[in-house]
């Protein structure tokens, strides 16, 4: 899976846990970046509808939600064992991400550039291509020379960009197989009447996920874009923004979303590093619904973790903090039912704290 910041990875136990413990079949994952939430409800037993904007979710959303036992892994291990086998060529990904900036070693970026034409040359289902794309995005991300951030490159390569690019199958999540859609969370939010249950982890500050993972974006579009800037950023960074960004428009945002939605229960994730105070969210999942809120504590990503340095490389500043308060919010029609799900996560470990 890819470094993401803002991941749910070490909180899927317990947002997992959340949900099962609610009279619910089926959650849809508004904003579902790299699908780990989905993954784990799925493997729970759970129908999960995987929902996001960026093409890389939902390839990543076909590969690990859509997915099923139909899928010939044999012949995806096949294809994988071709695909490693092609020449590299120097192309887009090489010149743009390896030699106008240095986000990947030249010998993977060829690697790339070959086996991303490839993809785009053999006869593949819908799911097999995306299988296939997450297997080289995923590899690309062992081999990258970053923080976990696309906005820019460290000064000195990883150690991590020496190894080779090696492309692995996907693991198989086992549960009932799920539905994917790219689609604005907030238009998706009025249509989920099938749903029992939406879980929403929207932005929460002004870092874009599609310009923090550019790169995903382009590698997955295959698209070839003007760049700009030191990171060769996508020239449309500078033309898609989200409301959840900007800092005077993320509430109405974040309120209208929660207005629309039909599910009858609701699971939000929330940083103590967002826009919004905790009783703001109270108050707006009150409007309809019984609500409660549990909070847990974890690691900053790891940039923040490595400090403030300047483009030298030499550090400069410490970070103000370095862990999280993340908090989770559950809402619904039953404030007992509510109860009891929250009297079942109390022994989940140290990392729970009083709200």
């Given amino acids: 899976m890819i470094k993401y910041i803002g991941s749910k990875r070490t909180l899927v136990p317990l947002?997992?846990?959340?949900?099962?413990?609610?009279?619910?079949?089926?959650?849809?994952?508004?904003?579902?970046?790299?699908?780990?939430?989905?993954?784990?409800?799925?493997?729970?037993?759970?129908?999960?509808?995987?929902?996001?904007?960026?093409?890389?979710?939902?390839?990543?959303?076909?590969?690990?939600?859509?997915?099923?036992?139909?899928?010939?892994r044999v012949r995806i291990g096949e294809l994988l064992e071709h695909l490693d086998q092609i020449k590299p060529e120097h192309g887009y990904f090489t010149e743009t991400f390896c030699v106008q900036s240095r986000f990947f070693q030249p010998a993977n970026g060829m690697k790339v550039d070959a086996i991303r034409d490839e993809i785009e040359r053999l006869d593949l289902t819908r799911v097999e291509k995306a299988v296939l794309l997450v297997s080289l995005m995923e590899a690309a991300d062992r081999v990258d020379s970053t923080c976990g951030l696309q906005m820019a490159y460290v000064k000195k390569w990883a150690a991590r960009s020496?190894?080779?690019?090696?492309?692995?199958?996907?693991?198989?999540?086992?549960?009932?197989?799920?539905?994917?859609?790219?689609?604005?969370?907030?238009?998706?939010?009025?249509t989920l009447g099938d749903v029992d249950c939406s879980y929403i982890d929207p932005p929460y500050n002004q870092h874009s996920y599609f310009s923090n993972y550019h790169i995903w974006e382009s590698l997955i579009r295959w698209d070839r874009p003007e760049h700009y800037g030191v990171a060769c950023k996508r020239i449309d960074c500078r033309t898609t923004k989200s409301a959840y960004n900007r800092k005077r428009e993320a509430w109405d945002a974040f309120a209208g979303l929660i207005r629309e939605v039909t599910t009858p229960w609701m699971v939000v994730s929330f940083s103590n590093e967002g826009y919004h105070e905790q009783e703001a969210i109270e108050s707006l999942l009150s409007e309809s619904r019984h609500v409660r809120c549990i909070a847990t504590d974890f690691k900053r990503y790891v940039g923040a973790q490595i400090g403030i340095h300047n483009p030298d490389g030499e550090r400069v500043g410490e970070v103000s903090h370095l862990r999280n308060k993340e908090l989770l919010f559950l809402a619904g029609p039953d404030p007992v039912t509510l109860d009891l799900a929250l009297r079942g996560l109390e022994g989940m470990g140290e990392q729970l704290l009083p709200v």
Wanted: hydrophobic fraction near 45%.
């Fill in 15 to 72: 947002i997992t846990q959340a949900i099962t413990r609610l009279p619910v079949d089926s959650v849809c994952d508004m904003f579902a970046g790299t699908t780990r939430v989905g993954q784990g409800l799925r493997s729970a037993g759970l129908f999960v509808h995987s929902n996001d904007l960026a093409t890389y979710s939902e390839v990543l959303g076909i590969a690990y939600i859509e997915a099923d036992e139909s899928l010939d």
């Fill in 162 to 190: 020496f190894n080779p690019l090696e492309l692995r199958m996907p693991a198989a999540i086992h549960g009932p197989p799920g539905k994917v859609t790219r689609v604005d969370a907030n238009e998706l939010a009025a």
